[in-house]
């Protein structure tokens, strides 16, 4: 993604900055520097006042990072692999590649975020204290934010971490994750809604701040809504796998084949809508669709290779034939063929429109078990 700058790796974890994470910065700046500073520690320059705002923006962001480094760490001693940490507008997330497999681990990697950015709070209260003056009022700032940090990711509503724990404790005591994620998903959806109606609430009173309170209580509707519906598809599609949804591929043809003679051989008598291709190498390289035969001018047909109008399978969306079909759901972009491989081994081709079938077919067997279940 062009949104985002890639600042290194910390603890073996991209770090990634979206440019979004400027308005955060822009108005903490802003705040603390109109209005907080001047407030704790009069008497001090304009200038002044702007450097403590910008120290405060940065050291926010920093705490941000060891909260989120905080879950990538823990998330990584308890065998979940983490993508990136990314730092946005609404705060830090810590990307992990699946999930946990137990209660336990998953209410550590949860609980150690707030955990770290309630004990920074707490630490940063004294020092404040001592030091005084300008940079004793940034600090005293710094201290109530981590500790306001902490208590609001506590709120109990996926995907906040309070969401997560309340997820991890129901799994533990229902033994359901599914019904867990259900649960843990509505109350995310209710947060959200909670703070859409305190933030207009708060804004009609004449606070501005309450815009802001109102769009994060639609961002955490929002990926309350999906992270419930992901679910759900997980459990419908359990125990499919990529391979049972695509297309497999038929045998290879030699790429040097004319298109004319390509459409008689195979495209008229096969009923497949792509076909991989092998170059004299004998490897399936490339592969061509009917759709990209059927835009060669009939002219043309005699004297182009079917190789000119197929595309490098190297340089198409790629997934292993052996992932969960499920994450096919956020792997597949909406229009390009996705090449299904056995290792590396190109076994068959994937699309949308066959994962929304896969999934149809899902539901309706568990409505057909359903049904059995209600007549015996
Ligand atoms: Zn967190």
Known sequence: MKNTIKLGKLAGVTVELNWTVLVIAALVTLSVAGGILPAAAPGYETTQYVVG?????????????????????????????????????????????????????????????????????????????????????????????????????????APLDGGRLLHAWLWKRQGDRARATATATKAGRLVGTALIVLGIVQFAAGGAGGLWTALIGWFLRGAATAEGSYSTIRSELQGVRVRDVMTPAGPPEGDWMSVAAFIDRRAIADQRPVYFLTGIEGT????????????????????????????????????????????????????????VWDVSVPVGTVNAAQLGTALEQARLLSSLRGETATAA
């Open 53 to 157: 705002g910008v120290t405060a923006a940065v050291a926010l962001l920093a705490s941000i990072l060891v909260h989120e480094l905080g879950h990538a760490i823990v998330a990584q001693r308890n065998g979940v692999r983490v993508e990136r940490i990314s730092l946005w507008a609404f705060g830090g997330v810590a990307q992990l590649e699946g999930e946990a497999e137990t209660p336990r681990a998953e209410f550590l990697i949860a609980g150690i975020g707030p955990a770290i950015s309630l004990v920074l709070g707490l630490a940063l209260i004294y020092p404040a204290s001592v030091v005084g003056g300008l940079f004793g009022a940034v600090l005293g700032w710094l201290a109530s934010i981590n500790i306001i940090l902490a208590v609001f990711n506590l709120i109990p509503g």
């Open 284 to 339: 399936p390289s490339r592969l061509v669709t009917l759709q990209a035969l059927a835009a060669v001018p009939i002219d043309e047909r005699y004297t182009l290779s079917v190789r000119s109008v197929a595309q490098e399978l190297d340089e198409l969306p790629a997934v292993q034939a052996d992932e969960p079909a499920a994450d096919l759901f956020t792997k597949l972009s909406s229009r390009a063929l996705t090449v």
